[in-house]
């Protein structure tokens, strides 16, 4: 029975857990009326859940909607659709909208939606003052409180009949702005309005534009009058007077300037007046203005003034322009149409003027410190002109020029240029210099005391001189310099070294070495060297030769070693020639000597071993071997005798003979041997 109720509570489970099924077929959002909105008006965005259920029983649904990534609406409802309601909608409405739906552990999203609310509120234009003073400003505030930033503030002052005149500011965290315009010269009844933008689907969309306000401006003084006496006909000589006006609200911080080209002439502070006064002269003719300043507002007014000529410029004139000292000099001033002025003449200084004479006319004999520029002066009832500079040039003569090489020394090496200097101690400058070579012209040149000239086509043959001539305005002419001759050095080329003897050296010997160059100028010093572990110098000596001989009387085995020369003149260029190897050696006497003392103690030891060796073995034979040792003797002998028979000589196999211990004898002392063992044999008693 138990098991059957436990088989029927396993089913029962079975068929409610297969009752509790479900899946989503799809997540809707929809926006209502239109994903395209009008500002102001209504808005739902509705969030479906399409689900399918295996049995019908009850599912919570928890939906969230989302505005561009954010959540803007919760809920949680047992039926398939939730809605946002948005009773009034605005441009920060528009965005990406999504939904998404969770229930019994499964969660779906739906696809996203594009809401576009068009239009924006109106915004509203608040001003601080409506009544200002010129030179104050106008604060603005405007703001919509219904929208969210970022958004583009534009403001507009607009004056009767004329274009608005706009500013604009970014707020991008503010929904309002606030900026300030400055009333102006000529402002009078103001309108002020403001619009906004904000970009909205990859475009700006626009606000209409908020209430209009009015604001009326107050003068704190009047436009400034300016005059000037007198009025017309105004002449070089005459005193003119200006005068500039103005009426006030408020005297505190008036200020009344004049100008002229932006030069200030007079002013004055907390009047109402400025007077102004001066002699006049050509140069006041112009455009003159008066304004007047009270804290930030200005006004102006302008006047032409035209005076008219009393005398032209004087003008100044010279006798000579260019003259040679010592010379006469009459300057002359003049004014035409007058004669009545009073003249002066004066030379200009960078200190200030110097004054010659009060007259007309002025003569003077002229030296070189005289050379500068004149002017003259002219005086007509108070006015004075002054004329155009005249300039003077006063020459001394050039003195003769000196040529000479920079360097120093009249000399050059081959290849290299040479640069020469032409100077003059004396003469006005501009001095003209010209450098010959020969005949031929090479260079001119325009300077003060000197001139360089650098020719660089030095030849070894050439034999051409240098000169060079000088002159200035001078009416003396050119000054011509003494002809240069230059020494042209020729560098060392090859330096050789040898000797006599070469490479060997007998111990006490002279040997002579021979230094040469193949080419150079003289004098050339010639250095002889020896090189062992340092070097040495041997030898030196000028010789006005290609070469030079240093002979060294009694050489010794110290001297051994690497020999070179160097050779150099006054190009200062040192020329190293190879090396040569010197070896000294024994002399034949010091060899012979050697011989003496070493070689003949040597030989005499040798022949006594010898002796002794011999006379050792013939002690050790003893008297038992004498006499077959002496029919070996006659036999021997006999062969001898007639081998020396048939051959007529000794040879070298008969001139040595070899005894048992391969002892070699030379011929005679075989004889001596033979025949002492030949004359023992006969002397011996056992012999027939």
């Not at 050509?282 to 035209?306: I, M, R």
């Not at 650098?454 to 050119?478: F, P, T, W």
């Not at 060297?529 to 041997?538: A, G, I, Q, Y």
């Not at 030769?545 to 003149?569: F, L």
Request: a positive charge; charged letters at 25%; one cysteine or more.
């Amino acid at each position: 029975m138990y098991l059957a109720l436990l088989v029927i509570f396993l089913q029962c489970s079975e068929l409610y857990t297969q009752e509790k099924v479900f899946t989503f077929n799809k997540v809707e959002i929809k926006v209502q009326p239109s994903f395209k909105v009008k500002n102001g008006d209504p808005m739902s965005i509705v969030c479906h859940a399409d689900i399918s259920k295996s049995t019908d029983f009850q599912l919570k649904h928890n939906f969230t909607i989302f505005k561009d990534g954010k959540v803007v609406f919760t809920t949680v409802s047992d039926k398939g659709d939730a809605r946002y309601e948005i009773s009034v909608a605005r441009s920060s409405d528009t965005g990406v909208y999504e939904c998404t739906v969770e229930a019994g552990g499964k969660t779906k999203s739906s696809n996203s939606l594009r809401v576009w609310v068009k239009g924006m509120t109106k915004p509203i234009l608040t001003v601080e003052k409506k009544e200002v003073l010129e030179g104050e400003v106008v604060k603005l505030r405007c703001e919509l409180p219904e929208e969210e930033p970022p958004l583009y503030f534009y403001f507009w002052k607009t004056k009767m009949n004329s274009t608005p005149k706009e500013k604009d500011v970014f707020e991008p965290y503010r929904n309002f702005s606030v900026v300030e315009f400055a009333v102006e010269e000529g402002d009078n009844i103001l309108q002020f309005d403001c619009f906004v933008k904000r970009y909205v689907q990859s475009e700006f969309e626009s606000s209409e534009h908020s209430n209009k306000t009015l604001v009326t401006v107050r003068e704190p003084f009047i436009k400034p009058t300016l005059s000037v006496k007198p009025s017309s006909n105004i002449t070089e000589g005459d005193r003119i007077q200006f005068e500039c006006s103005t009426v006030v609200a408020r005297m505190r911080d008036i200020e009344i300037i004049l100008q002229k080209n932006k030069t200030i002439l007079s002013s004055v502070r907390d009047e109402k007046i400025l007077k102004y006064s001066a002699v006049a002269t050509l140069e006041d003719s112009g455009e003159y203005l008066c304004k007047v300043e009270q804290g930030k507002a200005s006004k102006t007014t302008k006047l032409n003034v035209d005076v008219s000529e009393l005398f032209p410029k004087p003008i100044l004139s010279a006798s000579m322009n260019k003259l040679d000292e010592n010379k006469e000099l009459t300057l002359s001033c003049s004014v035409s149409g007058f004669r009545k002025a009073n003249f002066s003449i004066l030379r200009k200084n960078s200190s200030g003027d110097i004054w010659l004479k009060n007259s007309r006319n002025l003569t003077m004999r002229v030296n070189v410190n005289d050379t500068g520029s004149y002017i003259c002066k002219a005086e007509v009832k108070g006015i004075v002109k002054e004329s155009k500079p005249v300039r003077i040039n006063v020459y001394a003569p050039v003195s003769k020029p000196t040529l000479s090489v920079v360097s120093g020394l009249p000399e050059v090496v081959l290849g290299k240029p040479l640069r020469l200097i032409c100077h003059s101690a004396m003469g006005t400058p501009p001095i003209t210099f010209t450098f010959y070579k020969g005949n031929e012209v090479k260079k001119t040149v325009i300077n003060d005391t000197y001139a360089t000239f650098l020719d660089e086509n030095i030849r070894q043959n050439d034999k051409r001189g240098y000169k060079c001539d000088a002159k200035n305005n001078h009416s003396s002419g050119v000054k011509t310099s003494n002809i240069l001759n230059i020494t042209v050095i020729v560098p060392i080329r090859n330096a050789s070294l040898g000797s006599v003897p070469y490479g060997v050296v007998e111990d006490g010997s002279e040997t002579a070495f021979l230094c040469s160059v193949n080419e150079g100028s003289w004098p050339i010093l010639f250095r002889i060297f020896r090189k062992t572990d340092r070097e040495v110098l041997l030898f030196e000596k000028s010789e006005n030769a290609d070469r030079v001989v240093w002979r060294k009387e009694a050489m010794n085995r110290q001297d051994t070693g690497t020999y070179y020369c160097m050779a150099s003149n006054r190009a200062n260029v040192d020329v190293k020639s190879h090396p040569i190897t010197i070896s000294v050696i024994l002399a034949s006497w010091q060899k012979g000597i050697i011989a003496v003392f070493v070689l003949i103690p040597i030989a005499g030891a040798v022949i006594f071993t010898l002796w002794w060796f011999l006379w050792k073995k013939k002690k050790a034979k003893g008297p038992s071997m004498e006499m077959s040792g002496s029919a070996l003797a006659t036999n021997m002998t006999s062969e001898k005798l007639a081998r020396q028979h048939n051959d007529g000589d000794y040879y070298s196999g008969s001139g040595y003979i070899e005894d048992s211990e391969n002892h070699m004898k030379s011929t005679d002392e075989s004889k001596d041997s033979v025949e002492n063992r030949h004359s023992r044999i006969q002397g011996h008693p056992d012999a027939t």
